[in-house]
Protein backbone atom coordinates (compact mmCIF):
# COMPACT_ATOMS: atom_id res chain seq x y z
CA UNK A 1 0.00 0.00 0.00
CA UNK A 2 0.99 3.62 -0.99
CA UNK A 3 2.18 5.60 2.30
CA UNK A 4 3.78 2.73 3.96
CA UNK A 5 7.25 3.32 5.11
CA UNK A 6 9.02 -0.64 5.10
CA UNK A 7 11.97 0.43 5.55
CA UNK A 8 10.80 1.76 9.15
CA UNK A 9 8.49 -1.17 9.50
CA UNK A 10 11.25 -3.47 8.89
CA UNK A 11 13.84 -2.24 11.06
CA UNK A 12 11.22 -1.68 14.27
CA UNK A 13 10.33 -5.54 13.55
CA UNK A 14 13.71 -6.38 13.36
CA UNK A 15 14.16 -4.45 16.97
CA UNK A 16 11.45 -6.37 18.15
CA UNK A 17 12.87 -9.52 17.34
CA UNK A 18 16.21 -8.82 19.10
CA UNK A 19 14.17 -7.72 22.46
CA UNK A 20 12.68 -11.12 22.59
CA UNK A 21 16.30 -12.65 22.03
CA UNK A 22 18.08 -10.64 24.55
CA UNK A 23 14.94 -11.36 27.46
CA UNK A 24 15.06 -15.21 26.28
CA UNK A 25 18.94 -14.78 27.38
CA UNK A 26 17.90 -12.95 30.68
CA UNK A 27 15.33 -15.52 31.60
CA UNK A 28 17.78 -18.26 30.92
CA UNK A 29 20.06 -17.36 33.94
CA UNK A 30 23.35 -17.38 32.72
CA UNK A 31 26.35 -17.95 35.11
CA UNK A 32 28.59 -14.29 35.87
CA UNK A 33 31.58 -16.38 34.24
CA UNK A 34 29.54 -17.00 30.84
CA UNK A 35 28.39 -13.34 30.21
CA UNK A 36 31.81 -12.26 31.19
CA UNK A 37 33.25 -14.55 28.16
CA UNK A 38 30.18 -13.45 26.00
CA UNK A 39 31.25 -9.95 26.97
CA UNK A 40 34.68 -10.36 25.94
CA UNK A 41 34.35 -12.09 22.43
CA UNK A 42 31.69 -9.21 21.63
CA UNK A 43 34.43 -6.65 22.38
CA UNK A 44 37.20 -8.54 20.42
CA UNK A 45 34.90 -9.49 17.33
CA UNK A 46 33.75 -5.67 17.66
CA UNK A 47 37.50 -4.64 17.92
CA UNK A 48 39.12 -6.67 15.07
CA UNK A 49 36.87 -4.79 12.70
CA UNK A 50 38.07 -1.19 13.09
CA UNK A 51 41.10 -1.75 11.41
CA UNK A 52 39.40 -3.72 8.32
CA UNK A 53 36.99 -0.78 8.16
CA UNK A 54 38.45 0.37 5.04
CA UNK A 55 38.30 -2.76 3.04
CA UNK A 56 35.64 -3.96 1.08
CA UNK A 57 33.92 -5.99 3.76
CA UNK A 58 36.86 -8.22 5.03
CA UNK A 59 36.86 -8.44 8.65
CA UNK A 60 37.65 -10.61 11.13
CA UNK A 61 34.49 -10.10 12.70
CA UNK A 62 32.16 -12.93 10.97
CA UNK A 63 35.10 -15.64 11.38
CA UNK A 64 34.74 -14.82 15.67
CA UNK A 65 30.82 -14.87 16.13
CA UNK A 66 30.70 -18.19 14.86
CA UNK A 67 33.94 -20.02 16.08
CA UNK A 68 32.35 -18.39 19.65
CA UNK A 69 28.63 -19.81 18.48
CA UNK A 70 30.24 -23.16 17.40
CA UNK A 71 32.24 -23.33 20.80
CA UNK A 72 29.66 -22.04 23.36
CA UNK A 73 26.27 -22.69 21.88
CA UNK A 74 23.59 -20.64 19.90
CA UNK A 75 22.68 -18.57 22.75
CA UNK A 76 26.22 -17.12 23.12
CA UNK A 77 27.09 -17.28 19.91
CA UNK A 78 23.82 -14.96 18.72
CA UNK A 79 25.14 -12.73 22.17
CA UNK A 80 28.88 -12.51 20.66
CA UNK A 81 27.58 -11.61 16.94
CA UNK A 82 24.84 -8.98 18.14
CA UNK A 83 27.35 -7.42 20.59
CA UNK A 84 30.03 -6.97 18.04
CA UNK A 85 27.68 -5.12 15.92
CA UNK A 86 26.87 -2.61 18.78
CA UNK A 87 30.42 -2.16 20.03
CA UNK A 88 32.03 -1.72 16.34
CA UNK A 89 29.81 0.82 15.76
CA UNK A 90 30.19 3.22 18.29
CA UNK A 91 33.33 4.03 16.81
CA UNK A 92 32.35 3.57 13.02
CA UNK A 93 28.81 4.34 13.21
CA UNK A 94 25.11 4.23 14.12
CA UNK A 95 21.95 4.05 12.41
CA UNK A 96 19.01 2.36 11.65
CA UNK A 97 21.06 -0.48 10.08
CA UNK A 98 22.50 -1.29 13.77
CA UNK A 99 19.50 -3.44 14.21
CA UNK A 100 20.14 -5.66 11.42
CA UNK A 101 24.12 -5.74 11.44
CA UNK A 102 23.17 -7.27 15.28
CA UNK A 103 20.34 -9.60 13.91
CA UNK A 104 22.57 -10.92 10.91
CA UNK A 105 26.10 -11.30 13.21
CA UNK A 106 24.18 -13.06 15.73
CA UNK A 107 22.20 -15.41 13.82
CA UNK A 108 25.48 -16.69 12.10
CA UNK A 109 26.70 -17.45 15.78
CA UNK A 110 23.18 -19.04 16.77
CA UNK A 111 23.48 -21.13 13.13
CA UNK A 112 27.15 -22.18 13.97
CA UNK A 113 25.69 -22.95 17.59
CA UNK A 114 23.38 -25.09 16.25
CA UNK A 115 26.21 -26.58 13.80
CA UNK A 116 28.47 -27.48 16.90
CA UNK A 117 25.29 -29.33 18.28
CA UNK A 118 24.21 -31.37 15.11
CA UNK A 119 27.70 -31.91 14.01
CA UNK A 120 29.99 -31.33 16.90
CA UNK A 121 32.92 -33.66 15.05
CA UNK A 122 32.64 -31.59 11.67
CA UNK A 123 35.64 -31.10 10.41
CA UNK A 124 37.78 -27.79 9.28
CA UNK A 125 36.82 -27.83 6.30
CA UNK A 126 33.38 -28.37 7.00
CA UNK A 127 33.04 -25.00 9.40
CA UNK A 128 35.27 -23.51 6.30
CA UNK A 129 32.57 -24.05 3.94
CA UNK A 130 30.03 -22.14 6.46
CA UNK A 131 31.93 -18.92 7.02
CA UNK A 132 32.59 -18.89 3.50
CA UNK A 133 28.57 -19.50 2.85
CA UNK A 134 28.03 -16.77 5.33
CA UNK A 135 29.61 -14.25 3.40
CA UNK A 136 26.76 -14.49 1.17
CA UNK A 137 24.18 -14.66 3.86
CA UNK A 138 24.79 -11.85 5.66
CA UNK A 139 25.09 -9.93 2.67
CA UNK A 140 21.54 -11.36 1.54
CA UNK A 141 20.09 -10.53 4.68
CA UNK A 142 21.39 -6.77 4.86
CA UNK A 143 19.96 -6.45 1.43
CA UNK A 144 16.58 -6.61 2.51
CA UNK A 145 17.40 -3.41 4.88
CA UNK A 146 18.60 -1.60 2.07
CA UNK A 147 16.05 -2.82 -0.59
CA UNK A 148 12.80 -1.83 1.36
CA UNK A 149 14.79 1.33 3.22
CA UNK A 150 16.05 2.78 0.06
CA UNK A 151 15.12 1.71 -3.39
CA UNK A 152 11.65 2.46 -4.62
CA UNK A 153 10.03 0.92 -6.24
CA UNK A 154 10.03 -2.74 -4.46
CA UNK A 155 9.46 -4.68 -7.31
CA UNK A 156 10.82 -8.09 -8.57
CA UNK A 157 13.75 -6.20 -11.00
CA UNK A 158 14.78 -4.00 -8.27
CA UNK A 159 15.12 -6.58 -5.98
CA UNK A 160 17.65 -8.82 -8.30
CA UNK A 161 19.17 -5.69 -9.25
CA UNK A 162 19.92 -4.78 -5.23
CA UNK A 163 21.50 -8.28 -5.05
CA UNK A 164 23.20 -8.64 -7.95
CA UNK A 165 25.13 -4.88 -6.78
CA UNK A 166 26.17 -6.55 -3.63
CA UNK A 167 27.86 -9.47 -5.27
CA UNK A 168 31.25 -8.31 -5.30
CA UNK A 169 31.33 -7.11 -1.55
CA UNK A 170 29.71 -10.30 -0.25
CA UNK A 171 32.15 -12.39 -2.37
CA UNK A 172 34.77 -10.21 -0.35
CA UNK A 173 33.19 -11.05 2.91
CA UNK A 174 32.88 -14.59 2.05
CA UNK A 175 36.44 -14.94 1.11
CA UNK A 176 37.83 -13.00 3.81
CA UNK A 177 35.95 -15.16 6.55
CA UNK A 178 37.57 -18.12 4.65
CA UNK A 179 40.96 -16.53 4.94
CA UNK A 180 40.84 -15.44 8.50
CA UNK A 181 39.22 -19.44 9.28
CA UNK A 182 41.68 -21.32 7.52
CA UNK A 183 44.84 -18.99 9.14
CA UNK A 184 43.50 -19.12 12.82
CA UNK A 185 40.18 -21.58 12.94
CA UNK A 186 41.55 -24.23 14.28
CA UNK A 187 44.02 -22.68 17.11
CA UNK A 188 41.00 -20.14 18.31
CA UNK A 189 38.49 -23.28 18.81
CA UNK A 190 40.80 -25.21 20.79
CA UNK A 191 41.39 -21.89 23.11
CA UNK A 192 37.74 -21.52 23.47
CA UNK A 193 37.18 -24.94 24.05
CA UNK A 194 39.63 -25.40 27.14
CA UNK A 195 37.74 -22.23 28.64
CA UNK A 196 34.09 -23.65 27.68
CA UNK A 197 35.54 -26.78 29.80
CA UNK A 198 36.17 -24.32 32.79
CA UNK A 199 32.72 -23.09 32.80
CA UNK A 200 31.61 -26.48 32.27
CA UNK A 201 30.36 -27.79 36.17
CA UNK A 202 30.24 -31.59 36.26
CA UNK A 203 29.63 -33.54 39.43
CA UNK A 204 32.09 -36.50 39.81
CA UNK A 205 30.09 -37.88 42.97
CA UNK A 206 26.15 -36.75 43.72
CA UNK A 207 26.26 -33.39 45.56
CA UNK A 208 24.63 -33.44 49.12
CA UNK A 209 21.06 -34.73 49.55
CA UNK A 210 21.20 -36.14 46.10
CA UNK A 211 20.56 -39.85 45.27
Known amino acids: PAGINWGLMATGMMGGLLALWYWGFEQGGAAAREIAVIAVLGTVAAVGRIPFAALPNIQPTTFIVIVSGFVFGPRA ?27 TWGLSGATAGLLG ?22 GWIMNLWFWTAFIHPLNLQSFIATYAASFWFDTCHAVGNLFFYLLLGPGVIRVLRRYHRRLTVEYLVPPAGGN
Open 117 to 138: AVFPRIGPWGLAVFSFLWGYLY
Open 77 to 103: GFVVGSTAAVVANFFLGHGPWTPWQMF
